[in-house]
């Protein structure tokens, strides 16, 4: 491997969880650390100090949960990069954020940068893909469907029936390649296609779209660091509820597996998932159901990048994994992951708190018996609006040594309201 000189980190997302410490010795080692990031947010400052270098550039606002940074700036300003270290093998290109992921592989590409090449990117972002590639490797997935706007204009309740026939009479209707739970529906009868179909109409997001029966099952999310094609590291916890729910209003908690046999299983299947798929390098960030009535998985979706949320804080309290410091170390330094150790003390949970609608009255403390601490992110008078799991109140840690009461506490969670808002 040629000597890496330069990182160029395309957005900032979940770099707030690496550890300065292994920054400063990447930067002290003679690598270059640029940022590529949309001219309109601010950089924390603390994120700023990582960088030698920080390049705005414009971004479209309607084709993600977060901007989607312009093609050709992003090309232009690495190409500079790349020829201030003599060529495309010295630099490597980084980016964990969902809509970015696969400006960032076409960049590699069109300049020979190593990294993730657009089909391999394309099979975690296009769930329509992801699904036939896992199905092919035997692996259950919903029944699904890409979703057809002229039939359902032609007819609605003709589509509807037809839907209902080959689906099942739930359905759950979302973006084909978008996060964070953006204009996805519960359909549980004809008004709320109507309803969601409108909703869509109205939406300033342009996305194709996909239909799938509803599974009934516990949610589960498997996070793990792939190095040469093998996974080095898995976290595996049970969710509390999807990025749906959490959108509408419940908090995204997370409990952590502990039965060995259970965990077994599950990081034995999110492996063949990951195999399947033909990831190499990197992060991935997996969700899938158990079927309650059969207890075996059923694939939901995967992104080749880091779980969003509370996911990678979640794996360094339960792990001491840094799934960011993995990353970073992997294109620099890959000689030294060996020295990351799973430290597995699976006594926290950690949850991402919704913000409701309107103007925040008060923040609530939950009522349970294990230690916990929240750091808001809003505050009384703020004005909120929940729309996607990027619309956070706060994040709250609870930790307890007795598993037992942790998972009473865990419960207690589902039913709690962090934030009070007035409407109007």
């Known amino acids: ?32 650390m640029v940022l590529i990031t ?17 390049i705005p ?9 977060r901007p989607v940074l312009n093609l050709d700036e992003v090309r232009c300003a690495i190409e500079k990069e790349m020829r201030m270290v003599g060529g495309p093998n010295a630099i490597r290109i980084l980016c964990q954020e969902e809509g970015n992921v696969h400006h960032a592989a076409m960049v590699r590409e069109q300049l020979g940068i190593p990294g993730d090449t657009v089909a391999m990117v394309e099979r975690f972002r296009n ?22 706007f002229d039939a359902y204009k032609d007819n609605p309740n003709e589509y509807y029936s037809r839907l209902g026939e080959i689906l099942g009479e739930r359905l759950v209707l979302k973006p084909v390649d978008a ?22 109409e109205e939406s300033p997001y342009d996305f194709e779209y996909e ?8 949610m589960y999310q498997s996070d793990s660091f792939v190095h040469q094609g093998g996974v080095e590291f898995t976290g595996t916890f049970e969710l509390g509820c999807t990025n749906f729910d959490f959108v509408m209003g419940k908090p995204l908690t997370g409990f952590p597996a502990v039965d060995p046999e259970l965990k077994r299983k599950l990081e034995d299947y ?19 159901f158990l079927d309650k009535k059969t207890g075996e998985p059923v694939f939901l979706e995967i992104a080749c990048r880091a779980p969003g949320g509370v996911g990678v804080y979640f794996h360094i309290k339960n792990k001491n994994y840094n799934m960011m410091d993995a990353y970073l170390i992997q294109n620099t330094s890959p000689e030294a992951l060996d020295e990351l150790k799973v430290d597995a003390r699976d006594n926290v949970v950690a949850a991402l708190l919704p913000v409701g609608h309107g ?9 349970v018996k294990s230690d916990f601490e929240i750091r808001w992110l809003i505050e009384e008078g703020s004005v909120v609006n929940s729309r996607t799991i990027a619309d956070a109140a706060g994040i709250l840690t609870m930790r307890n040594d007795d598993i037992e009461q942790l998972r009473i506490d865990f419960e207690a969670l589902q039913s709690y309201t962090p934030v009070l808002c007035d409407p109007d």
């Not at 769930?127 to 057809?148: N, S």
């Not at 709320?192 to 869509?200: G, M």
């Open 1 to 32: 491997m040629e000597i890496v000189k330069t990182i160029v980190y395309i957005a900032t997302n979940y770099l707030q969880w690496a550890t300065p410490g292994l920054v400063s010795r990447v930067r002290a080692s003679g690598v270059r």
């Open 38 to 54: 949309y001219e309109g947010e601010r950089v924390a400052p603390a994120l700023a100090a990582y960088f030698d270098h920080v």
């Open 57 to 65: 550039v414009t971004a479209a606002l309607n084709e993600g949960v």
């Open 127 to 148: 769930k329509l893909i992801m699904k036939q590639v896992v199905e092919d490797a035997g692996i259950r997935t919903p029944k699904h469907l890409k979703f057809d």
């Open 179 to 200: 996060a964070g739970s953006l204009n996805v529906s519960i359909i549980s009868r004809f008004s709320d296609l109507q309803s969601a179909c409108a909703n869509i």
């Open 211 to 218: 239909i799938d029966e509803f599974i009934d099952g516990i």
């Open 270 to 288: 999110n492996a063949r998932v990951i195999r399947a798929l033909g990831m190499q390098n990197g992060c991935t960030h997996h969700e899938y």
């Open 359 to 367: 103007r925040v009255v008060s923040l609530q403390e939950p009522e």
